[in-house]
């Protein structure tokens, strides 16, 4: 069997329910194995490699809470769900909050959306295989990856091929009262070179350009969607973590500036990659606030950076989180191995000069003093990227001013 081809295992005490999938499921090009009882289930765990185990609750031989919890044991790095009629009971909506199981499917189900599910949670498992043992276990202790928001969904619909429906864009934008100012007062910058007053979302989404307006979005309704369940964080201010964000984006982007000045797609994805570069911190803060804590209470103790800190509590760092939230989310691959790898710009076969802004934007808004960001180690800047971008202590002086600049005029 090629290795290749996704592996499903699907466990469930009825014949008729496995042959009904076994039915719906031919033609898919995934590789599904049906059984009836827990323990042959188990047995077949220990022979074959499987992405993904879908089990009813009841089965014959065993609780079927059981036997996730023990494919979450012994498999770790399995995506798991539950396929039942009992998806109220308290008991299985206990172990969908502990993580047992990412998702719970109802039954009877809606064919398609099975499908979706199914394909879905393959790409997670996909994705999840280029990372590490330990960054499985975390990942599949999160009972469901958070989709992408609709206000950025929405605005992406407004782009098909290189055709732009700005109409339609501005009036998705204007529905949103917060992210319209936020627009507005980017577009009003000096950042974007802008001498007369953008007075309209239409205007605004022209001057600054799709792909900014459209990871704008994503980045405020993100924090919004965040901001309203984190947990208090010693350490993590979520209002410094925003200023840290917006202050690397628009070092990024006068960073990529100074090295490419006619390089207008390049400046923009600076600023991309310098917006979103800390996702991964929202994430672990979000996901496991009691280790990222603990992570950040290290990093201070030690006095290391906070990267060093996470990959000994939880066994990996937010750029990697942050940067495996990206591809779940189908970003563009310079977005996500810039949040891979900001902290390690030489690692990164592609997207050198926008990462390299972004690394450098990053450490430059902690020299500058806009958020700590739940990071206590100030690292300093190579001599070789001190070349790279000219950073002379007068050009230093100058990038300060002008970002100064810009965050007041967006505070206004």
Not at 376 to 390: A, N, T, V
């Amino acid at each position: 069997m090629d290795s290749t081809i996704p592996k499903i295992l699907f466990v469930d005490a009825e014949q008729h329910i496995l042959k009904s999938l076994q039915q719906l499921l031919q033609g898919e090009g995934w590789d599904c194995h049906f059984l009836s009882n827990a323990q042959d289930a188990l047995d077949y765990l220990q022979n074959q490699p499987v992405d993904l185990v879908i089990s009813d609750t009841k089965l014959a031989d065993m609780d079927g809470i059981q036997l996730i919890s023990e494919v979450r044991k012994c498999y770790p790095s399995i995506v798991r769900m539950f396929l039942t009629d009992s998806a109220k009971q308290d008991n299985i909506v206990t172990t969908l909050a502990e993580g047992n199981v990412q998702q719970i499917i109802p039954k009877p189900w809606i064919d398609q959306e099975l499908k979706e599910i199914i394909r879905s949670a393959l790409r997670q498992s996909s994705q999840q295989k280029k990372h590490s043992t330990e960054f499985q276990i975390l990942i599949n202790s999160i009972p469901l990856l958070p989709s992408l928001p609709e206000s950025y969904s929405n605005v992406r619909s407004c782009i098909i091929g290189d055709q732009v429906n700005i109409e339609k864009m501005a009036n998705y934008i204007s529905q949103d009262v917060a992210i319209s100012s936020a627009l507005l007062h980017w577009a009003n910058s000096a950042l974007f070179g802008q001498r007369f007053q953008v007075d309209t979302i239409k205007k605004a989404i022209i001057v600054l350009g799709t792909d900014i307006v459209e990871n704008l979005i994503l980045s405020e309704s993100v924090n919004r969607t965040i901001a309203g369940m984190l947990p208090a964080i010693k350490g993590f201010d979520f209002g410094q973590f925003k200023k840290h964000s917006m202050v690397t984006a628009v070092l990024s982007r006068l960073l990529l500036k100074s090295l490419l000045p006619t390089d207008f797609i390049q400046h923009d994805r600076a600023f991309i990659a310098g917006l979103l570069h800390d996702m991964g911190k929202l994430a672990a803060a979000s996901f496991f606030p009691v280790q990222f804590e603990q992570a950040i209470e290290l990093a201070k103790k030690r006095r290391i950076p906070l990267s060093e800190a996470e990959v000994e509590i939880y066994g990996t760092q937010h750029a990697e989180l942050g940067s495996f939230l990206a591809e779940w989310w189908a970003l563009p691959p310079f977005i996500v191995n810039a949040i891979c790898w900001h902290h390690q710009p030489h690692s990164t076969p592609i997207d050198q000069d926008v990462i390299a802004a972004t690394h450098v934007a990053n450490l430059l808004s902690y020299k500058f003093n806009y958020g700590s960001n739940g990071d206590p180690y100030l690292r300093g800047i190579s001599d070789e990227y001190r070349e790279k971008f000219y950073l002379t202590e007068e050009a230093n002086e100058i990038l300060r001013a002008k970002t100064e600049q810009t965050i007041q005029a967006l505070a206004c």
